[in-house]
């Protein structure tokens, strides 16, 4: 009983716990033998969905870091395996990745939704592992995209290297069990640097960054090519499209509920979605799904690479796995580039941010596997981006508040 609360209290504090807008309500609905470690899968039922996290845990000597225990055993520590070599060696291994020139392991920081793990073969970075910390039944888009792109040989992406899943107990399935993906593993690039961070410097410093907007632009095009190419497109059908009516309606009336600056613009904000949702839309495709400057690497010498095809981590899993709207991805890089002129603070963002837009838009339609920009329904796709982004900066940022907040009303303008 105690290690349960002890567990319980350690996911709760982490970055990637989701449920920072209630108090949590653990139990322990599984616990799997793992490489030097047991795998416990707790199930967090306090919100309006309930949510599984993964929390491999081993029995260490000392501990590897402070933030690592979960527990003290006597003299022994029980801590999170994640930061255990030989435990995210073996599950390298479990996925058929050859792992006889491995020479240290190393947790990522920032990570803020799962658990990154770097691999060294013969004292140099190679390989990068993504410990999924919440489960759903299902394999994540993450996988089923970047090795999808990664095998039509897209050079956007990082090279995929394997994918491991597991099953757990689910009451809710005929079968009893549902089924999902653990962990994947793909090329580690060195030497890159994320967008945001280089558009922030940019931005604060006033430097131009349409060249970099450009070539973003360029393959943002690329990967949208590419996927409808490989992967299920299908024709936007009335279901389809009231299908995403309702999500936008229910992201906008979460907002509205929690976000007072949001629910003095409901009535526009739900003008604009009727005139976009009484147009004839494109066809739907697998797309990124969550596409901002933080998810797009910038190689020295080698252009950009777009990672982590997750989805909006707020979004129903099913619904991230599902064909969308590739303008989808276009609004979320146009709010991004946003952020990136307000949060650098200097005069002149506004300015800054519109010229990247601007070069992104031109590069992105003027490349192979755009799609045609709906100016209407792009509209609305901006706005929902921005109301979602009002739900998670009053949850979690609200000194950014003001960021979507000025975004919804220079799409209402």
Request: aromatic residues 8%; charged residues 20%; negative net charge.
């Amino acid at each position: 009983m105690q290690f349960s609360e002890d567990l319980g209290a350690w996911v709760a504090r982490q970055r990637w716990y989701a449920g920072k807008s209630h108090e949590p309500r653990f139990r322990v609905l599984d616990a799997q033998s793992a490489e030097g470690a047991t795998r416990y899968l707790l199930m967090d039922d306090a919100g309006a969905l309930p949510t599984l996290y993964q929390v491999p845990v081993a029995l260490a000597d000392s501990p590897m870091s402070a933030d690592a225990v979960i527990a003290q055993e006597g003299d022994a520590y029980l801590v999170d395996a994640a930061q255990d070599p030989a435990f995210a060696t073996g599950l390298l291994a479990q996925m058929g990745v050859d792992v006889s020139r491995v020479t240290g392991t190393r947790i990522l920081t920032g990570e803020q939704s799962n658990t990154s793990i770097v691999f060294d073969e013969d004292g140099q970075p190679t390989i990068i592992l993504k410990l999924f910390r919440t489960l759903h039944h299902g394999e994540n888009p993450d996988v089923t995209v970047q090795r999808a792109l990664s095998n039509a040989g897209s050079p956007y992406v990082p090279r995929f290297l394997g994918n491991l899943d597991v099953e757990w107990p689910d009451v809710g399935r005929g079968s009893g069990v549902a089924h999902g993906t653990l962990a994947f593993a793909q090329e580690f690039l060195p030497g890159v640097r994320d967008g945001w961070a280089i558009a922030l410097e940019a931005a604060r410093e006033r430097r131009d960054f349409t060249q970099a907007a450009r070539d973003i632009g360029t393959a943002t095009a690329g990967v949208h090519g590419a996927l409808g190419a490989v992967l299920e497109t299908l024709d936007a059908v009335s279901a389809d499209v009231a299908s995403m009516s309702g999500a936008w309606r229910r992201r906008l009336a979460i907002a509205a509920s929690e976000v007072p600056a949001v629910a003095d613009r409901l009535g526009a904000i739900e003008a604009v979605y009727a005139e976009a949702l009484a147009r004839p839309w494109p066809r739907l495709q697998r797309i990124h799904g969550d596409l901002h400057l933080g998810q797009v690497l910038a190689v020295p010498y080698g252009g950009w690479r777009i990672v982590d095809f997750e989805g909006e981590p707020l979004r129903p899993m099913l619904e991230r796995a599902i064909p969308d709207l590739p303008l989808r991805d276009v609004a979320g890089m146009l709010r991004s580039f946003d952020y990136a002129g307000a949060v650098g603070g200097a005069e002149g963002g506004d300015r800054w941010a519109a010229a990247c837009r601007e070069a992104f838009l031109d590069a992105y339609t003027s490349s192979e596997g755009s799609v045609e920009i709906d100016t209407v329904l792009l509209r609305a796709l901006v706005l929902d981006k921005a109301v979602y982004e009002s739900i998670y900066e009053a949850r979690n940022r609200p000194d950014w508040l003001a960021v979507p907040l000025a975004g919804i009303d220079a799409a209402l303008s």
